[in-house]
């Protein structure tokens, strides 16, 4: 007769054994993947287990490849995992620098322009947009 363990004794032995949770984790975050179509809410406690028993990334965007997915579509869900669980790749103000030229139009518009300075700067952007959207492309000789 089998013994059916409770769910406080799953956690106890998967502690003694994390070896063997890593792979039914990795089972179920394959499975999880499969049946996405309610969102990311089976994928996340599956992903931040595996990513607590020190799973990168890199590996689990590895294994779904391994297994089929698309790797700018796995990325991309486990970017909102993370990011829903407050576990940001990048930090904060990480990406594309601003020009310093960009910074002097801006410290010059707040200077002369004062509290005005975003909305004109705004403005000036949606016109130059426009105008450059209405020139005839030049073609490279």
Do not use: C
């Amino acid at each position: 007769m089998k013994k059916h363990l409770n769910a406080a004794t799953r956690i106890i032995v998967s502690h003694n054994s994390p070896g063997l949770e890593q792979a039914r984790l990795k089972e179920r975050y394959l499975e999880a993947l499969n049946v996405l179509a309610a969102g990311v809410s089976s994928l996340r406690p599956i992903v931040l287990r595996l990513r607590e028993l020190g799973v990168s990334r890199r590996r689990l965007v590895t294994w779904a490849v391994a297994a089929g997915y698309n790797e700018s579509y796995v990325r991309s869900l486990l970017s909102r995992v993370f990011r829903e669980a407050g576990m940001r790749e990048r930090k904060s103000g990480a990406g594309r620098r601003t020009p310093p030229d960009a910074l002097a139009l801006l410290r010059y518009a707040r200077d002369h322009f004062a509290e005005r300075a975003t909305k004109l700067l705004l403005a000036a952007y949606r016109a130059a947009k426009a105008e450059a959207g209405s020139q005839p492309q030049q073609q490279a000789a």
